[in-house]
Nanobody, 126 residues
Framework: QVQLVESGGGSVQAGGSLRLSCAASGYMIRNSCMAWFRQAPGKEREAVAVIDVGGTTTYSADSVKGRFIISRDNAENRLALQMNSLKPEDSAIYYC???????????????????WGQGTQVTVSS
């Protein structure tokens, strides 16, 4: 059974930092595009950052460029998102996602990802 489990969310003041982690089990991420998405109340789920199998960031939302860093540890089967200089508009539920198909190019569209975590809440207060 494939599971992606996020951790590291919480409440923080604007300007602060959080580090999200996603642990995969029942599935090896090393051949998969991985991504972080987020969804705020009343809004569509959007891609925050995407990383390819080699560890290169292939997409980063304009709103988080220079502040968020996506990384992966294939040996540990984990994905991470370092979030710095947080803003109130970053408040959302953050989801880890994995594309089970091996692809040359990683997508920023949620329909490309078959495996999802349950999400972790991030709340940034002003």
């Amino acid at each position: 059974q494939v599971q992606l489990v996020e951790s590291g969310g919480g409440s923080v003041q604007a300007g602060g930092s959080l580090r999200l982690s996603c642990a995969a089990s029942g599935y090896m991420i090393r051949n998969s595009c991985m991504a972080w998405f987020r969804q705020a109340p009343g809004k569509e789920r959007e891609a925050v950052a995407v990383i390819d199998v080699g560890g290169t960031t292939t997409y980063s939302a304009d709103s988080v460029k220079g502040r968020f860093i996506i990384s992966r540890d294939n040996a540990e089967n984990r994905l991470a998102l370092q979030m710095n200089s947080l803003k109130p508009e970053d408040s959302a539920i953050y989801y880890c996602a994995a594309d089970r198909e091996a692809r040359w190019s990683c997508s920023k569209f949620k329909n490309a990802y078959e495996y999802w975590g349950q999400g972790t809440q991030v709340t940034v207060s002003s």
